[in-house]
Nanobody, 127 residues
Framework: QVQLVESGGGSVQPGGSLRLACAVSGDTITNYCMGWFRQAPGKEREGVARIDTRRDTTYYADSVKGRFTISQESAKNTIYLQMNLLKPEDTAMYYC????????????????????WGQGTQVTVSS
């Protein structure tokens, strides 16, 4: 059973940075497409970024392009989300997710397509 544990959330001022980490156990990340989603109160869970761990190719939602970077560290079985130039609208619970490689196809990220989820880590951007 794949288990995902997020860390690194917190409170930051607009324009600041945070780095989220997702530690994976039960299998190796190179067997999966790995992604980050977020959910703000009253809103649907939305895909933020994903990485094809075999090809090291990435996808980003338009709202975070140029500000967020997803990466992997296979030696630690961990993926990261570096978030720069944070805005108040980035405030949300951030979730790590994994699914087989087919989830890394298509120009979208639909939360119902992903099977394994972490518990989430809160990110709050406020002055």
């Amino acid at each position: 059973q794949v288990q995902l544990v997020e860390s690194g959330g917190g409170s930051v001022q607009p324009g600041g940075s945070l780095r989220l980490a997702c530690a994976v156990s039960g299998d190796t990340i190179t067997n999966y497409c790995m992604g980050w989603f977020r959910q703000a109160p009253g809103k649907e869970r939305e895909g933020v970024a994903r990485i094809d761990t075999r090809r090291d190719t990435t996808y980003y939602a338009d709202s975070v392009k140029g500000r967020f970077t997803i990466s992997q560290e296979s030696a630690k079985n961990t993926i990261y989300l570096q978030m720069n130039l944070l805005k108040p609208e980035d405030t949300a619970m951030y979730y790590c997710a994994s699914e087989r490689y087919w989830a890394c196809s298509g120009d979208y990220m639909r939360h119902s397509d992903w099977r394994y989820w972490g518990q989430g880590t809160q990110v709050t951007v406020s002055s």
